[in-house]
């Protein structure tokens, strides 16, 4: 069954500036998915469509076969929380620890206590984190902070993780181990939609390739290379 | 709400006030800045009340009766004038009484216990001492009280004396409670947008972290809750800062104002009146921080 579907998917931003055109595309639960493409093709505007950041123009986007933008505003939160999000920057909250940013991914949806001190050591632990739990942000590096985001995303058990360039900021070594990390993800049943520029990476995986150009999907290989 | 989100959002906004060290310094400050200065403002508009009040309470005006009317003709006037709006007491005071007095501030003055001594008949007159409600009446009263039918009796009215003082006391009355209003309304506005945008400020500082945490999946309850407690204690902080400086202050000032306020000087009015103080700078703090804080994050909280 399908966990994603893009049915004539467009986006258009203010100021008419066309971000997406007429996209169709459909991801199979348990997929291991790059997109690529230039800078401005529509990869970030893509993701930002599966997590609610933005809105269709035009089109559906399905998520378990539910219109996203069907959902109520107020539902959003609890929308948001099927998925697991890691970003270029990192994105973590600058005034807390790497345990309690994790944390607070659970605080948010009711978790209770016990729960929280159960489940955040583990998922530190598959990251290799579990030592550096009660560091700030700022005391570790680029990559340390990277799996401090996907132990994040990846602390409710989402059904997909939304990975935007999450190596963009990283060394090739702290790069790899953040794939690395990704296909493990992926080989317990989550699917992962991973944007990046990195032809190494795309190249070495060898999974399905989308390539954007100008909004639209230009390709689209079950086993694919890097090419725009 | 559930009990877990309150006590979950209050310990995320305690930790903030507490991690942004700083920036909550700051913002207490500008908070404890504006509430200082309308207090400030108002305190002294209430005691230079306070004072004037003190003052107006000593005026009144005599109204001496002809040697010849009797007790219950003045009485019975007195019954007529207890009808006046205008008027606060009246009271009587008869020759006797008069002369007992008279007596007393001659005690130590020879001349005159000897003046009186010489004199077998009283030579006082019965009199109504009239306090007004409000100093400017004073002048209303006596040109009623000259115009009325029983004014032949009257021997004469001593306010014409008082006149000069009377009227100068009630134009400061008036010319404090004006400026004072109008400084506590402009500083209050200075205040409130001070703290306004001290307080935006520092939910501008924060506007990265609510685009995180509404990715993690934060409801806007729980994004915006611990910038409410957030307000609270910014609010809290300050009332107590502002406490002990206001405390400073009186103490300071408090040899101008000893005598001139009933009931002591400007210190014992800040503690009888200590927990209205505190509450008005608990509650106008809270308000003013969290206000500012829900006001200010509505424009960084799109779903």
């Known amino acids: 069954m399908p966990i994603l579907k893009f049915e004539n998917v467009s986006k258009i931003y203010p100021g008419k500036f066309m971000a997406l055109e007429d996209i169709n595309l459909v991801i199979e639960g348990g997929e291991f998915l790059s997109i690529v493409g230039h800078s401005g093709s529509g990869k970030s505007t893509l993701l930002k469509l599966i997590y609610a950041e933005e809105q269709v123009s035009g089109g559906h986007v399905y998520f378990n076969n539910r219109a996203i933008d069907s959902i109520n505003q107020k539902h959003l939160p609890y929308y948001r929380r099927n998925i697991g999000t890691v970003f270029q920057d990192f994105k973590l909250l600058p005034q807390k620890t790497a345990f309690e940013n994790v944390a607070y991914a659970l605080e948010v949806s009711d978790e209770t206590q016990e729960e929280i001190n159960e489940l955040v050591p583990e998922i530190l632990d598959i990251v290799g984190m579990a030592d550096k739990a009660h560091k700030y942000p700022r005391q570790l590096s680029g990559g340390e902070q990277q799996k401090i985001c996907l132990a994040r995303a990846l602390v409710r058990k989402p059904l997909i993780i939304i990975a935007d360039e999450p190596t963009g900021n990283l060394d090739p070594t702290a790069t790899w181990e953040i794939i690395q990390l990704l296909l493990k993800i992926n080989s317990m049943g989550t699917t992962v939609v991973l944007a990046t520029h990195n032809k190494d990476i795309v190249d070495k995986l060898n999974r399905r390739v989308i390539a954007l150009d100008g909004g639209k999907v230009i390709r689209d290989i079950k086993k694919g290379r890097y090419a725009i | 709400m559930k009990t877990i989100k309150l006590k979950r959002t209050f310990k995320e906004g305690l930790d903030n006030f507490r991690r942004n060290g700083w920036l909550s310094f700051a913002t207490v400050s500008v908070l404890a800045i504006s509430l200082y200065v309308i207090s400030v403002t108002i305190i002294l508009g209430i005691s230079a009340n306070m004072v004037l009040k003190n003052v107006q309470d000593k005026i009144n005006v005599s109204v001496y009766f002809n040697s010849d009317v009797t007790e219950s003709r003045i009485l019975e006037i007195k019954d007529k004038l207890v009808g006046y709006q205008e008027i606060q007491s009246i009271d009587y005071v008869s020759k006797e009484q008069a002369l007992a007095q008279f007596r007393k501030i001659g005690e130590k003055n020879v001349s005159i216990s000897q003046a009186l001594d010489e004199i077998d008949d009283n030579p006082l007159l019965s009199a109504l001492v009239i306090k007004a409600k409000n100093p400017s009446q004073y002048d209303l009263i006596t040109k009623a009280i000259s115009n009325s039918n029983f004014s032949a009796e009257i021997s004469r ?83 107590f800062v502002v406490m002990i400086c206001l405390f400073v202050t009186s103490k300071f000032l408090a040899p101008l104002t000893r005598g001139s306020i009933s009931g002591g000087d400007i210190v014992s009015f800040y503690f009888s009146h200590f927990f209205i103080i505190f509450g008005g700078l608990l509650i106008s703090g809270i308000f003013l921080g969290t206000l500012s804080g829900i006001i200010a994050i509505r424009r960084y909280l799109k779903v």
């Open chain 2, 157 to 239: 009215i001593d306010y014409e004396e008082n006149k000069a003082a009377i009227d100068r006391l009630s134009s400061v009355i008036k010319l404090v409670e004006e400026v004072g209003l109008t400084l506590g309304i402009i500083f209050v506005f200075i205040g409130v947008l001070i703290t306004f945008n001290a307080i935006r400020l520092t939910m501008y500082a924060h506007k990265h972290e609510f685009e995180i945490m509404r990715l993690v999946g934060a409801s806007n309850i729980y994004i915006r809750m611990p910038f409410v407690f957030e307000g609270i204690f910014y609010g809290t902080v300050a009332a």
